[in-house]
Each structure stands twice: as structure tokens, then as C-alpha cells.
Antibody, heavy 119, light 111 residues
Framework: QVQLQESGPGLVKPSETLSLTCTVSGVSITSYYWSWIWQPPGKGLEWIGY???????NYNPSLKSRVTISVDTSKNQFSLRLSSVTAADTAIYYC?????????????WGQGTLVTVSS | QSVLTQPPSVSGAPGQRVTISCTGS?????????VHWYQQLPGTAPKLLMYRNKNRPSGVPDRFSGSKSGTSASLAITGLQAEDEADYYCQSYDTSLSGVVFGGGTKLTVL
């Protein structure tokens, strides 16, 4: 059974760096592409970026200057760092698995974690 | 402004058929990339509803069907049920962005 679980602080101060981790169980993260997606309250889904364990990463151009996705294969985890956050970064953050390649659908999702940016 | 365009809302009575459109461009749907659809029930994570345009994951009722033509795709729901009330999102891949793109989402209301 494939499961994804996001973890990290639920509250981040403006100008600081948001850090989240996605822990994957039931499958090796070396076998698929993985993405982070966010959803501001009451709004739609937006892709943040994806990675493949070999080092391939790509980010949404609108966030590229502030985003880093990294992977820890020993822990079967991958992480998101978003720097210089503002209130506009308040959102539910999801991690998800692509069904094989980066252009395939996202077949497994974490439950999502709400991150609020506020002082 | 989403790269893929969906109607903000659709509605239908129980038992009726509704369709949700998803319009893209030559850099995504028109570039032969597949379209995938998600259902998001209130307060839950999105769930893959349709993959590669017209394929249903295990457990998705055959009341749901998908199609793609040119730079657009559609999701059809027949025999509408109250439990279908949710937000629906289309998703594809865009060569200009080299990344995943979503539609803005469509809220389905069952009257």
C-alpha cells in the first residue's frame, strides 16, 4: 500500500523559509517521479515542482527562484524548501507520485498539510 | 490565470449527465500530452479520477468517462449522484513550462 505523509511546521513567519518533508511508504522513491503541489485556501491546485531521484528536478517558473526540492533515498523521503515566504504562500501543501514519468497523472497523494505564513 | 481553462461551475439534477471541459493549447494538450482528471471532495486531497484521457483507475465507477480532441478534453459524468458533488481538476504537461499544469477547477453542484 503506497502512502505519502507530509510533515513540517504549520506556521512560518514572513521572510523565513518554509520546509516540508514527504515520507513515502510502500514503494521506493527511486522508481517514480514525485511532485509538490499547493492549494491556497479556497483556490485551485498549482504545481510547485517535481524530481526524479537521479537528480532531475524542475520547478514552476513562478516559484523557481525560491524553491528547492531535495531527496533522501535512505529515508525514502523528499523535501520542499520555499524561501522568503509571504502571506501569499499560505496554502495546503501536497506531495504526490506520478504514475511513472513526469507527464503522467498523480496517482497517490498525501493528505496535505496547511502552512500559514504569519507573524 | 491557469494554463488549462475549465468552467468555474457546472450543475445537474440527480440522474442527469454533465460534462466538464478543459481547454489547453499547442504546448500542452495539443502537443499530444495526455490529460488527467482529479476529484476533490470537500476537505480532502485530490483523487485521480481519470488518467491518460479516458482510463479509469480501479474503483472509479464507469459513470465517469473522459475524452480528448485537439487542444481540449472533457470529463463526462452520467447518472449524477449526490456524492459526485466536488471540485474537478484537469491536468496535463506543458512543453513551454517543462512542467505540470492544472486547470482552475470546476465545482460540480448536484441540485
Amino acid at each position: 500500500q503506497v502512502q505519502l505523509q507530509e510533515s513540517g511546521p504549520g506556521l512560518v513567519k514572513p521572510s523565513e523559509t518554509l520546509s516540508l518533508t514527504c515520507t513515502v511508504s510502500g514503494v521506493s522513491i527511486t522508481s517514480y517521479y514525485w511532485s509538490w503541489i499547493w492549494q491556497p485556501p479556497g483556490k485551485g491546485l498549482e504545481w510547485i515542482g517535481y524530481f526524479y531521484y537521479s537528480g532531475t528536478t524542475n520547478y514552476n517558473p513562478s516559484l523557481k527562484s525560491r524553491v528547492t526540492i531535495s531527496v533522501d533515498t535512505s529515508k525514502n523521503q523528499f523535501s520542499l524548501r520555499l524561501s522568503s515566504v509571504t502571506a501569499a504562500d499560505t496554502a495546503i501543501y501536497y506531495c504526490a507520485r506520478h504514475n511513472s514519468y513526469n507527464y503522467e497523472g498523480l496517482d497517490y497523494w498525501g493528505q496535505g498539510t496547511l502552512v500559514t505564513v504569519s507573524s | 490565470q491557469s494554463v488549462l481553462t475549465q468552467p468555474p461551475s457546472v450543475s445537474g439534477a440527480p440522474g442527469q449527465r454533465v460534462t466538464i471541459s478543459c481547454t489547453g493549447s499547442s504546448s500542452n494538450i495539443g502537443a499530444y500530452y495526455d490529460v488527467h482528471w482529479y476529484q476533490q471532495l470537500p476537505g480532502t486531497a485530490p483523487k485521480l479520477l481519470m488518467y491518460r484521457n479516458k482510463n479509469r483507475p480501479s474503483g472509479v465507477p464507469d459513470r465517469f468517462s473522459g475524452s480528448k480532441s485537439g487542444t481540449s478534453a472533457s470529463l463526462a459524468i452520467t447518472g449524477l449522484q449526490a456524492e459526485d458533488e466536488a471540485d474537478y481538476y484537469c491536468q496535463s504537461y506543458d512543453t513551454s513550462l517543462s512542467g505540470v499544469v492544472f486547470g482552475g477547477g470546476t465545482k460540480l453542484t448536484v441540485l
